[in-house]
């Protein structure tokens, strides 16, 4: 008598054909983490907020899933190593699959061995602490990250605090988070264009207001969102800005330049860079503020939007303090509260700048200070 078919395939079907059982996960404990710690296994739960006391390495393809309000939180003593591949990257995940589900990372210790490269934080960042961020480099930490994705964060992906420090940033990924990064000022010129965002609340990079200072010279580049500026950052040093970069300013704030530093910020016709309010309404940000003669003030193909504070630091979109010197061509200025440029007592402006500067819809034009 014939067999059936699948009689017959089940018959001549090797052992190993049968569905496989999913290797075992390894629950660890808060104590686990006081001591030197390699997790080798391909799975593991944390289900408690764990103080990491001493150094953590996690091997390529290890997947460790959070539980509720859990977290690590590395202390002085402790570090992160967890660099995978892009074979095998290492995924720290939510025991369920929701924004904020678990707290995330928190680096707390300044130690050069903490590094994420190749790495998946998803459903971490709580909202409503005070530390908000599913990777939050603390109060003096630091932090390597590279070719790492965060994704899924309720609050911020991640989350530089004042004096925290990010050693080296390369090719990562945000995505479906609310806030994808907030840093300090002095961070941004860590940032890099092969960085990507996809699908955020915010889409934008938050320069936060603590530790508003640039104090070595620094580049900007041009990203894939804007720089939306909740401080006014003031430059020490040379700060340059790329062409095609986009900076989005708080309501009050903007950027001042002192007499030590100085601002490049040249755009070219068809990437221009653009300074705007974070609303469209005439002098919703401060302005650009020159104190410094640098012969390295320049602003040129730019777009500047919106600016202007009536009594702000400024006082019109852009502003040369007394004895201050600027170069300012080829730039867009509107819609300011009040002049486009201000010149004080002193003052170099370009002279050709009333007419290589398309300026309109400004309370004032150029007001010359005596």
Avoid at 135 to 161: C, E, K, M, P, Y
Avoid at 230 to 237: D, H, N, Q, S, Y
Wanted: with cysteine.
């Amino acid at each position: 008598m014939l067999l059936p078919f699948f009689a017959i395939a089940l018959l001549i079907a090797p052992p190993h054909a049968a569905r496989r059982t999913p290797p075992p996960c390894h629950t660890l404990t808060d104590a686990q983490f006081r001591q030197p710690l390699i997790l080798t296994e391909p799975c593991y739960i944390i289900n408690t907020f764990a103080s990491v006391s001493a150094p953590l390495t996690i091997n390529p393809g290890t997947t460790i899933s959070f539980g509720e309000d859990s977290a690590l939180s590395f202390e002085n003593g402790g570090f992160i190593n967890a660099v995978g591949t892009a074979d095998k990257p290492i995924v720290l995940r939510g025991r369920e699959h929701a924004p904020g589900y678990w707290t995330g990372l928190r680096i707390g210790s300044n130690s050069p061995r903490n590094h994420l490269s190749y790495v998946t934080v998803e459903d971490a960042g709580q909202k409503g602490s005070s530390d908000e961020g599913a990777v939050q480099v603390g109060v003096g930490a630091r932090l390597s990250i590279d070719h790492t994705t965060i994704r899924n964060a309720a609050s911020v992906g991640l989350n530089v605090l004042q004096r925290g420090t990010l050693s080296h940033f390369e090719a990562n990924h945000f995505e479906g988070d609310n806030i994808p990064l907030s840093i300090k000022a002095g961070d941004a010129a860590a940032l890099d264009a092969a960085t990507t965002f996809a699908n955020n609340a915010h889409n934008y990079v938050l320069i936060h207001f603590n530790d508003a200072e640039i104090e070595e010279d620094a580049t900007w580049h041009a990203l894939a969102v804007p720089y939306r500026l909740e401080g006014t950052p003031e430059i020490k040093a040379h700060l340059t800005i790329e062409p095609g970069a986009r900076l989005e300013f708080h309501e009050g704030f903007g950027i001042n330049v002192n007499e030590n530093g100085s601002l490049t910020a040249e755009g070219t016709a068809t990437h221009p860079i653009t300074f705007t309010g974070g609303e469209e309404a005439p002098g919703f940000w401060d302005g650009i503020y020159f104190q410094s003669k640098s012969p390295k003030n320049i602003l040129r193909n730019t777009v500047i939007k919106y600016a202007g504070t009536k009594g702000g630091l400024a006082n019109a979109a852009v502003a040369l303090a007394p004895g201050a010197a600027a170069t300012v061509q080829s730039s867009e200025i509107a819609f300011s509260a009040t002049a486009a440029i201000r010149v004080m007592q002193n003052a170099q402006l370009n002279t050709d700048a009333a007419a290589t500067n398309r300026m309109h819809d400004n309370a004032a034009g150029i007001v010359q200070e005596q």
